[in-house]
């Protein structure tokens, strides 16, 4: 497949500092009631960051990766940097907004944080709904959080990285029984690399081999392993990646089809047109109309 590098062309918003530490790396916000959220966000756009929030009421719609979620009180939506999300309108919150970076992650304290599934996100989740008992723990926790975030000191940051490993694995242990998956073997963590490169290099690497050569293994190994853990070719999974991509930039920008086709690598939009429609029955012409119809 020939291939041409681009910038993806969706905004990505960056983390703001925060506004009581000036932290470049991690935030909380407790609401009660406000509008948060700047106009901007009524675009399809990326954050620079994780988020998590916590909702004790709240209302109105919003979109992750073109599946719609209407919002509902007692639950908790958590996003990666990586996923695109769209609000329909502002609308009033009450509860508490969790922010952090990857480079807080990168620090060694946080090592443990990097590898819980609610990070990890093996199953593109964004929604945990929480009992009344998950309710109370999670709005304990994120109080400690809050009172820590506002007692600087030479311990606010172990403090910080303590309480949040907490919380963050009680919401693992949630994940893991609302998107079921047992602990992975030595072949599924293969797998789960494997698709975290394809994450990290799917605009510029449209090759197997490729991967195999990051990995470290052969391209065959690797076409066997990923085939018997997950049912599908190692080639799949990458034209997958790309597919998600292209009906992401077609719903939601009005970037010309020639445009997406370089932003996702492709060295010729006939390329890419074919490659659509190979993967999806339908060319992105058609599909854009298909689904923006769909979604009027």
Same mark, same amino acid.
């Given at each position: 497949?020939?291939?041409?590098?681009?910038?993806?062309?969706?905004?990505?918003?960056?983390?703001?500092?925060?506004? #009581?530490?000036?932290?470049?790396?991690?935030?909380?916000?407790?609401?009660?009631?406000? #509008?948060?959220?700047?106009?901007?966000?009524? #675009?399809?756009?990326?954050?620079?960051?994780?988020?998590?929030?916590?909702?004790?009421?709240?209302r109105g719609r919003h979109w992750v990766d073109a599946v719609p979620y209407v919002r509902q009180d007692h639950a908790l939506y958590f996003s990666s940097p990586s996923q695109m999300l769209v609000k329909e309108e502002p609308t009033p919150f009450w509860g508490t907004r969790l922010q952090f970076t990857n480079e807080f992650l990168a620090l060694q304290q946080n090592a443990a944080l990097r590898h819980l599934p609610l990070i990890q996100n093996p199953h593109h989740g964004h929604e945990l709904l929480l009992t009344p008992a998950d309710e109370a723990i999670v709005d304990d926790l994120l109080a400690k959080l809050e009172a820590e975030h506002q007692r600087p000191g030479e311990w606010q940051h172990q403090m910080l990285s303590a309480y949040l490993l907490v919380l963050l694995t009680y919401l693992s242990r949630l994940y893991t029984e609302q998107f079921p998956g047992g602990e992975p073997s030595a072949d599924q963590r293969l797998l789960k690399a494997y698709q975290a490169?394809?994450?990290?290099?799917?605009?510029? #690497?449209?090759?197997?081999?490729?991967?195999?050569?990051?990995?470290?293994?052969?391209?065959?190994?690797?076409?066997?392993?990923?085939?018997?853990?997950?049912?599908?070719?190692?080639?799949k999974h990458l034209h997958e990646r790309l597919v998600l991509e292209a009906k992401r930039l077609l719903f939601y920008t009005p970037q010309a089809l020639k445009e997406i086709a370089f932003d996702l690598g492709f060295s010729e939009p006939s390329y890419f047109n074919r490659f659509f429609k190979r993967e999806t029955g339908l060319t992105p012409a058609e599909y854009r109309a298909s689904i923006r119809k769909m979604y009027q």
């Open positions: 497949m020939q291939t041409l590098t681009s910038r993806p062309p969706v905004p990505i918003y960056p983390f703001e500092p925060d506004e #009581l530490t000036g932290s470049s790396f991690f935030s909380i916000v407790r609401s009660e009631g406000e #509008l948060p959220y700047e106009a901007d966000v009524l #675009l399809p756009h990326r954050k620079a960051y994780y988020m998590l929030v916590f909702t004790k009421h709240t490169h394809i994450e990290d290099n799917f605009r510029e #690497l449209h090759e197997v081999g490729a991967y195999a050569e990051l990995l470290h293994i052969s391209a065959g190994h690797l076409s066997e392993v990923v085939k018997a853990q997950s049912g599908k070719s190692a080639i």
